[in-house]
């Protein structure tokens, strides 16, 4: 998963974009931290935190906190697929990109499609 993809999950809600992703987080699932505690329970197994935008959000440098959608505790398995690491719940790509999605990393503009994949290594124009 790269920031740009656009995604759905199979409970119905989006196409997101995603801005931003924060890997190898091991925080515990919400309802063990709501039952014994943030420090005693257990921790899940490495996962994502994923910031998104709907996908039909302009495109703008700086995102309202009231557009920010968030996807928590998904791990990407060796088969390509996105899952929750504590329910069943699934993200998809979207496969029908939009030429005209850009994104923005460092208030820079990008086009999605040129430089997907490449952006971890901010070697993108
Ligand atoms: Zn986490």
């Known amino acids: 998963m790269s920031i ?27 309802l063990d931290a709501l ?18 935008v709907e996908s039909s959000t302009p495109v703008r440098k700086r995102y309202g906190e009231r557009e920010l959608r968030w996807l928590s505790r ?9 899952v929750n690491v504590w329910n069943d719940d699934e ?7 939009d030429a005209a999605t850009m994104l923005t990393v460092s208030g820079k503009f990008y086009d999605v499609v040129a430089c997907r994949g490449r952006l971890d ?5």
Do not use: K, W
């Open 4 to 30: 740009g993809d656009v995604v759905q999950t199979n409970y119905g809600t989006g196409p997101y974009r995603v801005i931003d992703i924060e890997r190898d987080c091991t925080c515990p699932s919400y």
């Open 35 to 52: 039952d014994v505690g943030g420090d005693e329970a257990p921790r899940s197994a490495p996962h994502m935190h994923i910031t998104c």
């Open 74 to 82: 998904f791990v990407e398995t060796g088969d390509g697929r996105i």
């Open 91 to 97: 993200l998809f790509f979207v496969t029908s990109h």
């Open 121 to 125: 290594r901010e070697v993108c124009p």
